[in-house]
């Protein structure tokens, strides 16, 4: 069987990491094309993917032979009109997420996908792929320690960049906590709250971080993340959740610790590229198993849309400071029965 060939739709941070894995770690995929408007991040890419052709429209890959699927790793403002054209063409997409900026825009997305009758796009949750994450959900499936009964969650970036606004607490960084804490206790999320903890002042002055916010299960469970963009030592993402009968932790920095010289050091990670490396590694290896068949093998546009309807529900709740309820339409047939990994 020949490679899928893939067009990177985004060669910023997250679109190079992909173009990477697509080319060294992972089978079954060559990146056959480039769509990235900026010159410098397009020469970078082609670094990475020397026989990948530059495209400076989608519409243009879309008519080319060599490119069978699409990685969409551009800002979250542009997915939807990507994912349109690409869904016309009945091509299948792995988009980063957020799939989509609000609900209303993911629900377009839905009936576009279900018009043509087919579930083509996956979204980049990768934390669904982590050994940690997926252990943590069989301790809970099976209730060995009893019922679970709440989480305590810890999200730490090193720093943002000076374009990352308030609002992105929630829809870019929180939007994991909120899919995971369903992926692990296979309920929705009710409601959610954001208490703003003490300004880090290091900060620039527009930035309000670190916040702390609970999310509520249907099912009762209750999640209360530290999500903290400006920790400046490394990168962190830790859960520690309590049962009837005992505690299990994921996430705790793994890899060695070297006594010396009256110290012992351990390496952090520096960002979310190094955390969840494997992660996104067996994400796009699943992915490109399932997309040579025209189908998903990962979280669909159904659990964007769903992540996407707290994400309102939790702007809402950063700025009125209030609980704030979700609500959401009813689950199509068609997204009944989707294989998850
Ligand atoms: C970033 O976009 C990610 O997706 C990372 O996983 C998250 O930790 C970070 O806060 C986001 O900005």
């Known amino acids: 069987m020949t490679d899928l060939g893939v067009a990177i739709i985004g060669a910023g941070l997250m679109g190079q990491d992909h173009i990477s894995r697509i080319e060294k770690r992972i089978v079954g995929a060559t990146v056959t094309a480039l769509i990235e408007p900026d010159n410098e991040r397009l020469k970078q ?5 020397p026989s990948a052709r530059a495209f400076d429209k989608i519409s243009k890959a879309i008519k080319d032979s060599s490119v069978d699927a699409y990685v969409i790793a551009s800002p979250a403002l542009l997915h939807e009109e990507a994912l349109t054209e690409i869904l016309l063409a009945k091509k299948p997409v792995f988009c980063e997420k957020p799939m989509t900026p609000d609900a209303v825009s993911a629900i377009r997305i839905l009936d576009a996908e279900q018009n043509i009758g087919q579930k083509l796009i996956q979204v980049g949750f990768m934390r669904r792929f982590d050994a940690g994450y997926i252990e943590l959900q069989n301790h809970i499936r099976s209730g060995h320690l009893g019922e679970l009964i709440t989480l305590h969650c810890a999200h730490r970036n090193a720093s943002v960049p000076d374009n990352y606004l308030n609002e992105m607490l929630i829809y870019d960084s929180v939007v994991h906590e909120i899919d995971i804490l369903r992926f692990l206790t296979d309920s929705s999320i009710a409601s959610i709250e954001v208490k703003h903890l003490k300004r880090n002042k290091l900060n620039r002055d527009t930035l309000n971080d670190p916040i702390l916010v609970i999310l509520e299960t249907l099912s009762g469970v209750t999640a209360i993340v530290e999500m903290n963009v400006s920790v400046q030592f490394g990168y962190q993402v830790k859960t520690e959740a309590v049962f009837q009968k005992g505690i299990v932790e994921i996430g705790r920095t793994s890899g060695s610790t070297t006594w010396q010289d009256g110290k012992y050091i351990g390496v952090e990670n520096l960002d979310f590229r190094t955390r969840f490396a494997a992660a996104y590694d067996l994400q796009i290896q699943k992915w490109v198993n399932a997309a040579r068949h025209g189908s998903i093998d990962g979280p669909s546009a159904w659990d964007a849309y769903l992540a996407a309807q707290v994400v309102e529900a939790g702007l809402r ?5 209030m609980r704030e309820i979700v609500k ?8 009944m029965e989707i294989k998850e990994n």
């Open 45 to 49: 890419a082609k670094c990475l993917a």
């Open 317 to 321: 709740a950063l700025h009125s400071g």
């Open 328 to 335: 959401y339409r009813d689950q199509p047939e068609f997204y």
